[in-house]
């Protein structure tokens, strides 16, 4: 029932990097890109739970396993899911950025990670709506701010455009309220995205990591963890 056709997946992946690329590479030196390609990773996994987790950009881990959350940022998420019950195997995993956010190191010969820009975040937008739509899962959620920031943009776009076309007051205050959804003021709720002809629920989530540098998140997660199971459950029912 949750089975997405891969061979257009494949073809949505092959499609958007080369779009991508076309317009990332027009800005490498804005960007400080070290040499070389960039190093994409792109979504993997199975919709058998319904379930769409989508985190920032994938790091050096990922570009060497060629799959998305893998490095310690990924033992972190795969320890939360073991203990909520979810086989990692049953969900769709993906990032907003699909290539390493990387830049040329201080020292000559090396390179950095960066955050993403807010052109780059626009710039994959297309894409991961395209995989939404292909995965269509019912429980969609984002792994720290940039999904966050992302899901909402897309959620607004699509409820603007089923109401018919913005004028630029609305476009300024749906930006706005993009900008007003923070981690910290909405995570654990369940917020609702309706696309073309199906809608998911969306819980935001803090970024795994985070739980690396701040410690104290860990009540907070295990709280929003649970209401992710409530919602598995209402969802199953
Ligand atoms: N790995 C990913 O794939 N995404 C992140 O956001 C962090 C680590």
Request: aromatic share 8%; proline share 4%; with cysteine.
């Amino acid at each position: 029932m949750f089975a997405y056709n891969l061979q257009e997946m494949e073809h949505l992946n092959g499609d958007f990097q080369t779009r991508c690329t076309r317009e990332v590479e027009k800005r490498r030196d804005t960007l400080k890109l070290p040499a070389g390609p960039l190093e994409y990773v792109y979504g993997h996994g199975s919709c058998a739970a319904g379930i769409m987790l989508i985190g920032e950009a994938p790091g050096k881990d990922e570009v060497r396993m060629g799959r998305p959350f893998v490095g310690k940022a990924g033992s972190i998420l795969s320890e939360i899911l073991e203990n909520t019950g979810f086989d990692r195997e049953d969900l769709y995993i993906t990032n907003v950025v699909k290539y390493r956010l990387s830049r040329e190191g201080k020292r000559p010969g090396t390179v950095a990670n960066r955050p993403a820009t807010t052109f780059e975040i626009t710039n994959s937008m297309l894409w991961l709506i395209g995989e939404i739509l292909l995965v269509r899962p019912k429980l969609i959620l984002t792994l720290g701010n940039v999904p966050l920031k992302a899901m909402r943009h897309i959620a607004q776009y699509f409820q603007a455009t089923a109401q018919g076309n913005l004028t630029e007051l609305e476009k300024s205050y749906y930006e706005e309220y993009v900008n007003m959804s923070e981690i910290g003021m909405c995570h654990g709720r369940q917020l609702t995205c309706s696309f073309k002809d199906f809608t998911a629920t969306h819980i935001p989530l803090y970024h795994p990591a985070s739980l690396i540098y701040n410690r104290s998140l860990r009540k907070a997660y295990d709280a929003d963890m649970k209401e992710v199971q409530r919602c598995v459950a209402l969802l199953s029912e």
